[in-house]
């Protein structure tokens, strides 16, 4: 059970109005832990700050030191309404608590208690997959963990891949993309036993764990069960179609790695996929090639394309949600083939990565928005992203700068993005870079938050200008406690936070409601080459009606 405003309250110290300044200090002396004291008044009550008792004259009494100012209050406000409350006041020196009145009973919430409740409430919310209500890898993991403690008798994984999911998505949009998602959790859900675990880990890729070595024969009929359960017709995206996967299975015993064995089941995966899919392939602990020759023809075409220029960036605008006009336009890498036509960054970013190219596509990237950014009016920036490779080598700053100066853009329209989970693992390294960026006047935005694990508390240790909220936080059923909180502290911070994701107009007035500066997403326009949006021309002082 999650914990309300009166848990998180601490009893501070209790004093009379009449009491002086020097009555007063040998109290604090005795408990340095204590950031308030409590000033009873007539039928009500309010904190004097430690800080201010410290350095007041000793004559002064504490009626002398109330300040009307001082926050209060009622228990039953939701930590959300607290922390707007907290963060409108963050900036003031004078406070680091506020007053919560239960009845006739008043105590003390410190502003760092609160932060670590939303962060920890964060944490284990990601434990949970938002979108079908399943255990996220992270749960799997721990459930695995201690049935491989002691499994005897065996536990069978079994990874499940949808087949064809990116057409879905790319034709249908991302709603029914989300929809077949919920169908498939809902269907697996109901195909396998109900001690048996389903999770979803991230995009159209789930995991059951099975206890017990149930034996092939029984593990054959319930990966029957699935693949029927997956082929039943279904109205997705107001088509009617029919669901099937790639099925990968390894099979593990007490002492076993967990990684090790849904890393084996993942193998078998991609061997059934290679396979054509719609099958399933036990692993039986010897490696499978991951690479068919679809994969190894796609990898030189990949080295083909990068140095015969068909690796190229598109451009997605960002909209002011209060003016409705375009700030800016994230620069994306998209590589049409003239062979294979248009294919999607979800299959070509991890191979560049891979192989060791993607500060290359980060540099192709780059110049090309660049060259946009030369044909946009001064008041409209650029984003970037930056892998982890480009912000980390030794010369990132000088790389980045060679590439800029050239062009005649200012540092000061230039976005680098830095993917959330990038700094939940690099921190420690790209700290000092983006605080050279930042001081050579580049803009540095955190994307994707939500889909790490970056604490509140951390967010004050960057030289952040921006935050994009992840879509899976935008259309998290419980938005209102986990984005209002984000835009508030982001706001008493002055920085603007961008909701990612946007496909309807409702969605985006309840980013807006919730504090979101900005947003971005197929509701506004589809990243594009730069002559869609020159043919339509610009009027950036009034709403732009955007291109489909």
Known sequence: MEASLPDLCHDPIRVAATDTVAEIRPRLASD???????????????????????????????????????????????????????????????????????????????????????????????????????????????????????????????????????????????????????????????????????????????LVLIPGGIGERALDELLTRIRHRLAEPADIGGITTVLSASIGVATGTAGDDPDELVHRADVAMYEAKRQGGSVWIRSDGTPLPLLGVDELQLEHDFRVALDRGDIHAEFQPIVDLDTGRVVSFEALARWTDPTRGVIGPDRFLPLAHTIGQLDRIDDIVMADALRFARRLPESCRIAVNRCVRSLTCPDAVDRLEALRSGSGVAADRIEIEVSELVVVAELDRLRATLAELRHLGYQIALDDFGSGQTSLLHLASLPLTSIKIDRGLVIHPDADDVVGPVTEIARSRGIPVVAEGIEDEATARRMAELGCARAQGFHYARPARPATFDDRGWQLDRPITLPG
């Open 32 to 206: 340095p832990t204590v950031s308030s004291v409590l000033v009873d008044i007539a039928t009500t009550a309010t904190l004097i700050p430690r800080r201010l008792l410290e350095t007041a004259d000793e004559a002064r009494t504490a009626a002398d030191l109330i300040d009307p100012d001082v926050v209060v209050l009622e228990a039953s406000a939701t930590l959300a309404v607290a922390a707007r409350s907290l963060m409108a006041r963050a900036d003031d020196a004078r406070f680091d608590d506020v007053a919560v009145r239960n009845g006739d009973t008043v105590r003390a919430l410190r502003v760092e208690t609160l932060l670590l409740e939303l962060a920890d409430r964060r944490e284990r919310r990601s434990t949970i997959d938002p979108l079908t209500g399943l255990p996220s890898r992270a749960a799997f993991r721990q459930h695995l963990g201690a049935l491989l403690d002691d499994a005897e008798a065996g536990v069978d994984v079994v990874f499940v891949d949808l087949d064809r999911f990116k057409l879905i998505n790319d034709t249908l949009g991302h709603a029914a993309g989300d929809e077949a998602l919920r169908l498939t959790a809902d269907r697996l859900r109901a195909a396998v036993r109900i001690h048996d675990v389903v999770c979803r880990v991230g995009g159209d890729e789930f």
